[in-house]
């Protein structure tokens, strides 16, 4: 059992988007009630004109573009950094990620990737974050980014995912869980790990899906647990609450604090009070 954290008392955050930046905004706010233990000390985006950048520029937050889209068709200048096909080989290994059978394909847009990564760390670092917090950030992380913030078995990196994992992992969570049929959606906060929204979870909430529900009502009533869900659970990383726990093959998480079913239940309540059945 690990703890982590535990000596933070108010953590440096940076925010990764590629969108919207609704969540990248309610953290924002949250920081802006001054009772939060955190500060969003940078925000990045994969894209230039990600609407996110705007509100960082807005809150007085340092804010940096790679554009992943130029860089992942080689669009690297000369002498850029690459990582050599010892570590290539290496990380490969580890990635769980990138599902191409063709060996040099796969190598060639991981190397790609990892290159992308490396300018991303280079402009995240000089913020010294403690966490790294993805918000709509739609780019695979690979083991090399992760190792770089987790350093020796530490969980610095999180996602915010739009469903009930493990159900409905992917881009689509709000129509996926919809289109099934689900009478629950949910959100799910985690910690990433080296594949694609399978790393621990640290919180889920739940909300109802009324019949005759439409997708822009099932994502609104999300996104506003999404806001205080991700929040939340920084907030308990900060305090040193969450402990990951598990095997190595199924790593998952303890919350100690004792107020935890009361932030459950209100979750849960406010969920369904929002909008009662057509
Ligand atoms: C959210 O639904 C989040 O869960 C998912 O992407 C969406 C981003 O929305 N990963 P926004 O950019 O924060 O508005």
Redesign the pocket.
């Known amino acids: 059992m690990m703890k982590i954290h535990g000596d933070f008392r108010q953590l440096r955050v940076a925010v990764l988007?590629s969108?919207?930046?609704?969540?990248?905004q309610a953290l924002i706010d949250r920081a802006a009630q001054g009772d939060w233990s955190a500060t969003i000390v940078a925000v990045a985006s994969d894209r230039d004109g990600a609407y996110?950048l705007v509100r960082a520029e807005k809150a007085g937050i340092p804010a940096h573009v790679v554009d992943y889209g130029s860089l992942l068709k080689g669009g690297f200048g000369a002498g850029s950094w690459e990582p050599s096909s010892a570590e290539l080989k290496e990380l490969d290994s580890a990635q769980k990620i990138l599902r191409i059978t063709d060996e040099h394909a796969r190598l060639h847009r991981l190397k790609r990737l990892v290159m992308a990564e490396h300018q991303l760390i280079t402009l995240l670092d000089p913020h010294e974050p403690d966490l790294v917090c993805l918000?709509?950030f739609m780019r695979l992380v690979s083991p090399y980014f992760l190792r770089h913030y987790n350093g020796d078995g530490g969980w610095r990196v999180l996602n915010?995912?739009?469903a009930l994992l493990p159900a409905f992992p992917g881009e689509h969570?709000y129509e996926d869980t919809l289109g099934y049929g689900c009478r629950w959606g949910g959100?799910t906060v985690h910690f990433v790990d080296e594949g694609e929204d399978t790393g621990p979870i640290i919180a889920q909430a739940v909300y109802p899906i009324w019949p005759d529900d439409t997708l822009e009502r099932v994502r609104r009533r999300g996104?506003s647990l999404?806001y205080s869900v991700y929040a939340q659970c920084i907030q308990w990383i900060a305090d040193g609450q969450v402990q990951v726990t598990g095997t190595p093959s199924r790593r998952t998480t303890t919350i100690k604090d004792p107020r935890y079913p009361e932030v459950l239940r209100g979750w849960t309540h406010r969920a369904l009070a929002s909008e009662p059945p057509l």
Do not use: Q, R, S, Y
């Open positions: 988007v969108g919207g930046g609704t969540n990248l996110g918000a709509g915010i995912h739009p969570g959100v996104l999404e």
